[in-house]
């Protein structure tokens, strides 16, 4: 079921068009049966991961990132909508009620972030604010950073699970670049390609280990 | 005061609350009130910091310090991390009400892509003993340590300083096959970090 969901969004090949968002806030609502647990699961990955884009967004001042945060964003409502609609449906009884009501808190909160992600990708539009963002930014424990992948480098037609990427340097991959083409939230079956863009997070340990091997000066990750 | 201060209270207000966002999902995850209650806490530390930083901002602009611009970029930087702050104390609200918590929420939790992992040290681990900065968990293992508990004394962001004793129990959070390793470490059965 894991499986079946990650399918849906995140870890495909994708061209964010143009105001993607809109035509998805525009778009009848279908009601789609789906698990309260499918719609929860997905909203709190989506809280998660749209943050850092949007720190990304604003970090390389890019505006197509910046377009995927507010289409996510916009998903996020939807599935916010979705979960009350199921939540209404499962209750039977008080105490059923009384704990749904924690999951609409949590949903509802989740969209709450994703909000404020969409806050601050529009930081973005407005004002050609200079480097004051990207300054703060980079003093973080936690940063994020961008690499180029080499063609000498041996992650190449890899995929990202056998690297085990994340296990070994701390370096979580957000975003794959391919030419015009992007691939939020890669999964393990993801593979890695010469002259990929990566958008990645973690420390600078981590980001100088990745680095090398991504550069093709080191075979392996330790 | 220089302009080092309001960049610095971003930040830690940035940093803070995604604390608090793997904070609040813990919490849930372990039916943990201390955790639940320890994101309450940090809520009032954002909103103090954020009212210091609007004061601080202000008075840069009319020292001239800081632009306009720059400012309000500051500004709406930081209401975006309190609003985010903000979530996670909702989040958390649900963990304190005296109702029982609905299964689905923990394995909705559980269930995804960043996974959240609690583990007590044992004597016999390599992590004894060692800061945090000696043990680079994060960059080896995927591992982030984001709690660690002592005794009944709990220590919530750790930094590369902070040390890990015999008995504690740590709070994670990382791709799942980087939970195993952390597990296997913890419990001294692996002793290469």
Known sequence: MKEKRKLGIFGRLQRTPKEKWKKEEFSELEYEPTTVKELLTEMKDISELIIDLAYSAVLFDNEEIAEEVRYLDVRMDKLNYDIRMMAMMAARAKDDAEQLAGILQVAEAAESISNAAGDIVSLLKK???????????????????????????????????????????????????????????????TTIQANDWLISRGTDEGYEELNKFLQGEMEVLE | ?????????????????????????????????????????????????????????????????????????????????????????????????????????????????????????????????????????????????????????????PDKHSKVNSGDVLFAKGPEDGEKHLLALAAGKTKEI
């Open chain 2, 1 to 157: 005061m220089t302009s080092k201060a309001v960049e610095d209270i971003v930040l830690e207000i940035k940093d803070k609350s995604e604390l608090m966002i793997d904070l609040a999902y813990s919490s849930i995850l372990y039916d943990n009130e201390t955790i639940a209650k320890e994101v309450y806490d940090l809520e009032d530390l954002i909103d103090d910091l954020y009212k210091s930083l609007q004061r601080k901002t202000l008075e840069q602009v009319e020292n001239k310090k800081l632009s306009v611009e720059d400012a309000l970029t500051v500004l709406r930087l930081a209401e975006a991390a309190e609003q985010i702050a903000d979530a996670a104390q909702e989040i958390a609200d649900v963990e304190l009400r005296d109702v029982e918590l609905h299964p689905i929420l923990k394995i909705s939790v559980r269930d995804s892509d960043v996974v959240f992992t609690r583990v007590k040290v044992e004597p016999q681990s390599v992590l004894c003993d060692k800061t945090l900065g000696d043990i680079k968990l994060g960059s080896e293992t995927g591992m982030y340590i984001r709690a660690i508990r002592h005794g009944d004394k709990w220590l919530y962001g």
């Open chain 1, 127 to 189: 004002e050609k604010t200079g480097p004051i963002l990207p300054k703060i930014l980079k003093e973080a424990d936690e940063q994020l950073f961008r690499i180029k992948v080499s063609n000498q480098s041996k992650a190449c037609d890899k995929k990202i699970g056998d690297l085990k990427v994340e296990t070994k340097t701390g370096m979580r991959i957000l975003v794959i670049r391919r030419d015009e083409c992007w691939i939020y939230n890669p999964q393990s079956d």
